[in-house]
């Protein structure tokens, strides 16, 4: 399974972005697949997660209300609508993907299996 990030760029403080991640490699057949973000210097931290086949999303206090996470199976592809950015959402995007049959937590970085290479969102104040 390969994952291609993709969307992030610069953006004014108070815009939106949209962040795609397309899964490819064969048949894909995640349980799970989730956004991580990361700054340099600092640890990787979870953002949003999406069941494959339903299910509630879930997300980080910190971006619930501002972004919504979607997924589109025939396409093979995750979204992330970030909108109201803030500065402090500046960072390198990931996506990822649970292809076990275990029920993981969303919220953990070890629960995913596979990783995209990662696009840059940065916001201006």
């Known amino acids: 399974v390969q994952l291609q990030a993709s969307g992030g760029g610069l953006v004014q403080a108070g815009g939106s972005l949209r962040l795609s991640c397309a899964a490819s490699?064969?048949?894909?057949?995640?349980?799970?697949m989730g956004w991580f973000r990361q700054l340099p210097g600092k640890e990787r931290e979870f953002v949003a997660a999406?069941?494959?086949?339903?299910?509630?999303?879930y997300y980080a206090d910190s971006v619930r209300g501002r972004f919504t996470i979607s997924r589109d199976n025939a396409k093979n592809t995750m979204y992330l609508q970030m909108n109201s950015l803030k500065p402090e959402d500046t960072a390198v995007y990931y996506c990822?993907?649970?292809?076990?049959?275990?029920?993981?937590?969303?919220?953990?970085?070890?629960?995913?299996?596979?990783w995209g290479q990662g696009t840059q969102v940065t916001v201006s104040s």
């Open positions: 999406i069941g494959w086949r339903g299910g509630v999303p």
């Open positions: 990822a993907a649970d292809t076990s049959t275990l029920p993981r937590r969303r919220g953990a970085i070890s629960s995913y299996d596979y």
């Open positions: 490699g064969g048949t894909f057949t995640a349980q799970a």
